[in-house]
């Protein structure tokens, strides 16, 4: 039986010139480059420069994508974009995106997921295409987590970095198996009730202002390992496939213990984990294409190669999805 795909045509990347150390934030804050490598893994990550948006990392993201995809905007159907530093309150980032692209049809709107966000605006692309309505989806990971910082504040501003994502899918057929090209599945899931474990205290309805990350960083740590094997598992389970089967594990990068963590509980040896940590530190809803884009430039991930990924974040949001690249 044909079934419809959602199949993989190109992903791109950006990251702001501007690179952050941990040595330089040492200078700002009362922390050490040996206590944010040790507890996390990250040693520098990226800042957008004043003036510098959302939109301007997803586009460029973007276009890099289109390129590897070898199709021009004006066959997209469809834009979604996962950010939760949106250029303005509204119209969505995306729209902007759309503008720039040059493309005048279809339709395109943003998805606050935190940094699950990509693993959400992934299945609801995929989602699109399967259904119908969409055939060629542009999806976006897209922040400046850096204009959210309590920069005072040093147990957040060490952990975050900017930049961008995006992966060009498109409605392919496959058999309905796992040797299919394209989305698998997607495994979506949300906890309102741990809301003050992970939010910015501010927003238009409540505070008129943008407000500032915030964060007990501890019990987001507890969550975070047993959250997302969930996910792994339940994605994996509904696939019909077993953790030694996965060629490549793109984790969200909040942290390399969570990282290191979660590969361990589901037996996922670490060469087939996809770190980019270190250098670009929490990118949040960027980090998953961010890090997809890295190992598919440097060759790692092949086509025909079974791809994992998944994400956590704050409301809490989490999820995970399996794909042949
Ligand atoms: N530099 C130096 N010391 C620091 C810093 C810093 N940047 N930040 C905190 N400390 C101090 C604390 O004040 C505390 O001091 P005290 O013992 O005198 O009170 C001490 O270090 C230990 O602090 P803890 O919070 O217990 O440190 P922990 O080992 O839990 O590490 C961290 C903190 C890195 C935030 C960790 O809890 C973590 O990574 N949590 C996950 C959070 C996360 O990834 N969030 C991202 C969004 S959600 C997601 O993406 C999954």
């Known amino acids: 039986m044909s079934i419809i795909r959602s199949q993989v045509l190109g992903c791109g990347a950006f990251l702001p010139e501007t690179v952050l150390t941990n040595e330089e934030l040492s200078a700002r804050v009362d922390t050490s480059d040996e206590w944010i490598a040790a507890r996390t893994g990250i040693r520098r990550r990226h800042v957008a420069a004043e003036g510098e948006k959302t939109s301007d990392l997803a586009l460029k993201a973007s276009r890099a994508a289109l390129s590897r995809a070898g199709i021009g905007a004006d066959e997209l159907d469809l834009i979604v974009v996962a950010t939760t530093t949106p250029d303005e309150t509204f119209p969505a980032t995306a729209t902007r995106v759309q503008a720039e692209l040059g493309m005048t049809r279809g339709a395109a709107f943003d998805v606050q997921a935190v940094c699950s966000g990509f693993i959400f605006a992934l299945s609801v692309a ?194 995970a999805a399996l794909l042949r690249w």
């Open 126 to 319: 995929d989602n699109f295409i399967k259904a119908g309505q969409a055939r060629t989806v542009l999806v976006i990971g897209a922040e400046t987590m850096s204009r959210l910082l309590d920069w005072n504040d040093r147990t957040t501003c060490v952990l975050f970095g900017d930049g961008a994502g995006a992966l060009v899918l498109h409605a392919g057929e496959g058999e309905g198996g796992i040797a299919d090209r394209g989305v698998l599945n997607t495994k979506i899931f949300s906890d309102g009730r741990m809301h003050d474990l992970l939010y910015v205290d501010g927003g238009p309805s409540s505070t008129q202002t943008t407000g500032h990350l915030r964060m007990q960083g501890k019990e987001v740590f507890k969550h975070a390992v047993t959250n997302i094997a969930a996910a792994i598992e339940a994605s994996a389970h509904d696939a019909g496939v077993t953790i030694s089967d996965i060629d490549w594990f793109v984790p969200h990068q909040a942290n390399q213990r969570i990282l290191d963590g979660t590969a361990r509980k589901l037996g996922i040896p670490p060469e087939k984990v996809i770190s980019t940590v270190a250098d670009q530190g929490n990118t949040s809803a960027a980090s998953v294409p961010l890090a997809l884009a890295t190992a598919v430039n440097d060759g790692r991930i092949k086509q025909g190669d079974l791809v994992l990924l998944e994400a956590m974040g704050g409301g809490f949001t989490w999820g």
